[in-house]
């Protein structure tokens, strides 16, 4: 065995050359692994014995693309393209041998292959468009060659991965290798020396292409299909364009658009955010102050208190990864309504073909109801989402306390309260933990995992591990008043109804936040969740818009009426002239003279509240990092990922412009823009949040 590069090592076996790639994590194309592919292929080529190549990884998994952390950074050679075309072009066989996960460049690599084998358990896929960017190194002119321009644009725009299946089926893999796959590699290598196989290099396939061409309503009609769920993104056009130039142009023409197109994005704003997100989420998962090899607690059973919103939706998740789940309620109706919600649910999920009936059955079957809280006895994590009630939430909490065996966890969902004073009422606060799931529980992806004061490492580290199980993107955050998510909205709350008392109507607001990115804006939020939230008839006292909705018996969607009327078949909104005369008395009554408010400052003031209160949540240690409040915003909230999050915009925008704003807004708007320490400490040393 010779070494090439650090990373890449030359092996034989017999006639057969093998490359083997040693770059963890995920073999990711760096530096050394380019460099170690292209001269090792030269000295393979070069080698009279060598009949042909076996490209294989060490590892967890095959090539996972290019090197992310490399982008934005001067280009170091060789390029990807010296790789591939050494690949594609060389005298003599190539077979890339694949497990684990080929994404983007690692699967480009693939398809520059002549042959490919893979395990069962392998995975495909261009992630690309997640980083705001497109398969910048032939795989758009190679992919649809294979499996067809309309499979290859929804590969490229989803980013979503497929498996060995489709795989063998579209003829991107030549063979499923059982045992031991270098062995199963080499074996194929040899079958293919010895059965004088031809070179098939992906870019001499046209067939697919031709019969497509021509016909630009495939890519008129896919462009109506993700209109909606790629708004404001600018990547999944661009590969869209991409797949086009593969079907209208000659492969080295549509390689030059494909590499015009990738520069595009590499250098774009959303590009940059995208990838900053990428490490981001990953960053949250890591603890400074809980070392990697904390000892978890076994999780293998989960008890719930409460059958209401949350808590059936909760109790989907950890029955979709074969966890069973006691769930209680107060009593038997509330009890069967929550399963039959539970159930509707999946009912739901399986008629859209995503789960199959068998599944249902299987989920329902891992969720029991019961009224005796003893059958949480022996649960190792028992999750409390009932009323948002303090004294109701101490009191279950001193019964799970007395009935729960040692070592289990005590969680609560609350969304604001106290979780210290939770713990407190308990004999292990140590066991007691926040978990602030989002609704619906079980779609939404974020976890604030809630540290208390004395909540033990052990809980901490088992927590985020679940979060993971299940499926979620944890941050882990301190206790204060609505954590990180909820207390950053309360002060866009805020500016956003001193707005539309100033000048501005509910809709003038939240089109600026609909075109800024958000799924929708302050007020339609408040119509889907509800106006009646902590709304109480009897001490209702028409002292703000929301309450004289409210009175009006317009409590938002479910009412077919809140700041917006609904239409009862289509659900769209539309404004209404009673809110706007509404809005108007309002202003009146309040003497406030009306004018005219420009979209870029309610922008500024619903959004810049935000950054400063996450300025405050950093220098509190509410958060042990700006990216986790990106990673809350972007998950838990609707924040643009194309945006980075909130702390990003920011320093995008540069904090010096945001203080300089705040403090004119302070001028005229009084303390609340006050600019918090931190991000006048950092404004005035040119700074950032994520500054080192
Ligand atoms: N580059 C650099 N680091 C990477 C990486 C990559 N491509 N992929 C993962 N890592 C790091 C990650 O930051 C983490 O580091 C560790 O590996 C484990 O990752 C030319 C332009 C492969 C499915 O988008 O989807 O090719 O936090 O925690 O959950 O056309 O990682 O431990 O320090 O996510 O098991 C396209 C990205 C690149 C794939 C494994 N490829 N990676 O998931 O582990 S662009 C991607 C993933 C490209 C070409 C283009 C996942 C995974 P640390 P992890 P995991
Ligand atoms: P909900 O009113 O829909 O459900 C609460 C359930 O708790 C009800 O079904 C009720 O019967 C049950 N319950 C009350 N007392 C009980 C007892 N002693 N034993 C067993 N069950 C009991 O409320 P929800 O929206 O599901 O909220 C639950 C918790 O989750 C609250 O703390 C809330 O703040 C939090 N939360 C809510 C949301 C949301 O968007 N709804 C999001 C995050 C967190």
Redesign the pocket.
Same mark, same amino acid.
């Given at each position: 065995m010779t070494a090439i590069t650090e990373m890449v090592d030359l092996e034989r076996r017999g006639n057969v050359a093998l490359l083997v790639i040693d770059n963890p994590p995920v073999n990711a194309l760096s530096q050394g692994v380019r460099q170690g592919l292209v001269e090792g292929l030269a000295v393979a080529n070069e080698d009279p014995e060598v009949e042909a190549v076996v490209l294989v990884c060490r590892g967890r998994t095959f090539i996972a693309g290019a090197d992310i952390s490399e982008f934005g950074k001067p280009p170091s050679p060789p390029s990807l393209f010296e790789a591939i075309d050494g690949l594609e072009a060389g005298p003599k066989p190539t077979i890339a041998a694949i497990h684990g996960t080929a994404l983007g460049g690692g699967f480009e690599i693939a398809l520059a292959c002549h042959y490919r084998v893979a395990v069962k358990s392998a995975r495909f896929g261009f992630p690309e468009v997640k980083l705001g960017l497109l398969p910048g190194a032939g795989g758009t002119q190679r992919l649809p060659r294979l499996v067809g321009p309309q499979r290859a644009l929804e590969i490229v725009t989803s980013g979503n991965m497929f498996g060995t299946d489709e795989a063998l089926d579209t003829g991107l893999i030549d063979k499923i290798v059982d045992g031991d796959l270098t062995d199963g590699a080499v074996a194929f290598a040899v079958e293919v020396v010895s059965e004088n196989r031809p070179l098939v290099k992906i870019r001499d396939i046209h067939d697919k292409v031709e019969a497509a061409r021509g016909k630009p309503e495939i890519f008129a009609e896919f462009r109506r299909k993700i209109a909606r769920k790629s708004r404001g993104f600018m990547a999944p056009e661009y590969n869209v364009r991409c797949i086009e130039a593969a079907v209208n142009l000659p492969f080295d023409e549509g390689i030059a658009k494909e590499q015009e197109l990738f520069r595009e994005l590499l250098a774009s704003d959303q590009s940059a955010a995208q990838r900053y997100y990428f490490f981001a989420e990953r960053q949250a998962a890591k603890i400074p102050d809980v070392p990697r090899d904390t000892p978890q607690i076994q999780i293998e059973s989960v008890g719930i208190?409460? &059958?209401?919103?949350? #808590?059936?939706?909760i109790a989907m998740n950890f029955a979709n990864v074969g966890l069973p789940v006691t769930i209680?309620?107060?009593?038997q109706a &509330?009890l069967d309504? #929550?399963l039959a919600v539970v159930r509707k649910n999946y009912e739901r999920t399986a008629k859209s073909g995503r789960i199959s009936p068998d599944d249902v059955e299987k989920r329902m079957d891992l969720i029991t109801g019961t009224?005796d809280?003893g059958d949480l006895a022996d649960c190792d994590i028992v999750i409390?989402?009932?009323?948002?009630?303090m004294e109701?939430?101490k009191?279950?909490f001193v019964q799970i306390d007395e009935i729960c065996k040692d070592g289990a966890i005590l969680a609560?969902?609350?969304?604001?309260?106290d979780v210290n004073e939770i713990a407190a009422v308990t004999r292990r606060p140590e066991s007691v933990i926040g978990l602030?799931?989002?609704?619906?529980?079980n779609i939404m992806r974020l976890l604030e995992v809630v540290r208390g004061e004395k909540t033990s490492d052990e809980v901490i580290a088992t927590s985020m591990a679940l979060a993971k199980r299940i499926g979620k993107i944890a941050a882990l955050v301190g206790v204060c008043r609505g954590f990180v998510g909820n207390r950053m909205l309360y002060g866009r709350g805020v500016e956003a109804n001193k707005l539309i008392l100033e000048g501005a109507m509910p809709w003038d607001v939240d089109d600026v936040l609909y075109e800024f990115g958000f799924p929708m804006g302050p007020f339609a939020m408040s119509d889907l969740?509800g106006l009646d939230?902590g709304w109480q008839k009897e001490t209702s006292t028409s002292s703000t818009i929301r309450e004289v909705l409210c009175e009006q018996g317009r409590r938002g969607q479910k009412t077919g009426k809140g700041f917006y009327v609904y239409n009862p078949e289509t659900r769209a909104k539309s404004p209404d002239p009673v809110v706007e005369k509404l809005v108007l008395e309002f202003s009146e009554k309040e003497g406030v003279e009306r004018r005219e408010i420009g979209e870029e400052e309610i922008l500024e003031r619903c959004l810049y509240p935000m950054v400063n209160e996450g300025a405050k949540i950093l220098e509190e240690g509410i958060a042990i990092r700006s990216s986790d409040i990106d990673v809350v915003w972007v998950n838990g909230y609707g924040w643009p990922v194309y945006r980075g999050g909130p702390m990003f915009w920011a320093d995008s925008i540069g904090l010096d412009k945001i203080v300089a704003r705040m403090d004119e807004f302070q001028q005229k708007h009084g303390d609340f823009w006050k600019p918090a320490t931190l991000l006048r400490k950092l404004a005035d040393e040119g700074k950032g949040f994520a500054s080192p």
């Open positions: 208190i409460g &059958a209401g919103t949350m #808590g059936g939706g209680t309620e107060m009593d &509330a309504r #929550g009224l809280y409390e989402a009932v009323f948002e009630n109701l939430k009191k279950i609560t969902n609350t969304s604001a309260l602030h799931f989002f609704s619906p529980a969740a939230i």
